[in-house]
């Protein structure tokens, strides 16, 4: 994986302001391998290789509320991802008896563009403990996902 990133992080008020923006390329190998235990129907699976390339631009807030007894942090974010290249995704085999008859698998289409965005508020005491809540979404052309974290911590 090669990942070329930048960002900028200007302040507005009160507030730190996160711009970014990268591009990744992954490159995966994958060896041929031989199923095993099913007899004449082991699966022998060819070698492939894997390509993919991805631009991300994202635009992330926080802001830092002071208090007696600590810190509140809320934090909010949104990142634009598009698969520009991917290439590699089909599987070919075939059975190991059966070497002249191989087949392919096409693999899982990948969607060509993402939103996600994450939200975020923690709590952090001057004892040292830290609540952490998190909500990401992410939404592609032809499905979603969602994600909540509970963090909680005690800095020694």
Request: proline letters at 3%; hydrophobic letters at 40%; charged letters at 20%.
């Amino acid at each position: 994986m090669l990942s070329l990133g930048g960002g900028y992080f200007p302040a507005v008020k009160n507030w730190s302001i996160e711009t970014t923006a990268a591009i990744e390329f992954i490159d995966l190998d994958e060896p041929e391998f031989e199923e095993m235990g099913a007899g004449a129907v082991n699966l022998d699976v060819q070698s492939r290789n894997t390509q993919s390339s991805f631009v991300r631009l994202g635009l992330n807030a926080t802001r830092d509320y002071q208090f007696k007894y600590g810190k509140i942090v809320p934090e909010f974010g949104a990142t634009y991802i598009r698969n520009i290249e991917y290439k590699g995704r089909d599987i070919t085999a075939s059975f190991t008896d059966y070497p002249d008859a191989a087949f392919t698998v096409e693999g899982l289409p990948l969607a060509d563009n993402c939103i996600a965005i994450n939200l975020g508020l923690g709590i952090f005491t001057l004892n040292g403990f830290a609540f952490e809540l998190s909500y990401m979404g992410e939404w592609y052309d032809s499905c979603q996902s969602k994600n909540f974290a509970l963090k909680v911590g005690r800095k020694f």
